[in-house]
């Protein structure tokens, strides 16, 4: 195609690109519309006892402003820490077992059925068995259950991932190791831990969200007064929808962030997972 004719070419939808943070702008801004459309018509009359259990975008943004940001800090401080807590316990735990099959290559199922164990538990079942056994906490402290259920809900991503990670490795380079005299221990420290490094970063993301979710879970059944699940339980106890709407998007917000941090270390510690250079 000549020069003319592609100036003279009509301009196609294809052609339009977009950059990345405006199309998740228009995307946000378009999301946040149709809920106040909706909210304000089709589903303004549904709620029990004539509460509108689905607000729209101004009522949870007033009732933000109302309660105050010291409200939610006081709850989510304590959440956090139950889930970090619980994210720190998970996730060391999953390294050091599947670091620990590398070197001992016959714990592969062992280890991979304990994975799959506290994936299919129930987790609404445990946190009942787990609230007769641990101790209720002082007011304001985390609870025994949440960070349990935090760390048992980070754990089966982060095994798979690490031991993905792990078998990744360049089987030239292990085989030079091997030929050196060097054992499964410093082909593990030399070689597999630094290929494994992308992978095991990406399921320790995925585990930030995953974490909190399974603190936020913990809370909900009871022996806590202080936290971001109590808080929501009372807002739904009150019947205010707009409290709950925003307890929940300010929780969808601190867990997007967190998950936002790792992926950002993860592109400042492995590069090269990105096809980026330093």
Do not use: H
């Amino acid at each position: 195609m000549t020069t003319e004719a592609r100036k003279s070419r009509a301009i196609e939808w294809e052609d339009v690109r977009l950059p990345a943070w405006l199309s998740g702008l228009i995307g946000g801004l378009a999301i946040i519309l149709l809920w106040w459309i909706l909210a304000a018509t089709v589903f303004s009359n549904v709620g029990p006892g004539g509460v509108q259990a689905i607000p729209t975008p101004l009522q949870v943004v007033l009732e933000f402003g109302e309660t105050g940001w010291d409200f939610y800090a006081r709850n989510l401080s304590v959440t956090l820490a139950e889930a970090g807590t619980g994210y720190l316990w998970g996730n060391g735990l999953a390294l050091v077992l599947s670091a620990l099959v590398l070197v001992v290559p016959r714990l592969e199922g062992v280890v991979m059925q304990i994975a799959i164990i506290t994936y299919c538990i129930p987790i609404v079942a445990l946190g009942l068995l787990l609230i007769v056994i641990a101790p209720a906490p002082q007011p304001g402290q985390p609870s025994t259950t949440a960070i349990f259920l935090a760390a048992l809900s980070c754990f089966f991503t982060t095994v798979v991932g690490a031991l993905l990670g792990l078998k990744a490795a360049d089987r030239a380079s292990l085989d030079v190791i091997t030929v050196y005299g060097g054992s499964r221990l410093t082909q593990l420290r030399k070689v597999r831990l630094i290929a494994a490094l992308p992978a095991t970063l990406n399921a320790l993301q995925i585990a930030v969200p995953a974490a909190f979710l399974g603190a936020v879970l913990g809370e909900f059944f009871g022996k806590i007064t202080v936290g971001v699940g109590p808080a929501m339980m009372a807002a739904q106890q009150a019947l205010n929808a707009p409290r709950v709407w925003d307890i929940a998007l300010v929780s969808g917000a601190v867990a997007l962030a967190g998950y936002g941090l790792l992926g950002l270390i993860s592109r400042a510690v492995a590069p090269w997972s990105k096809g980026t250079n330093r």
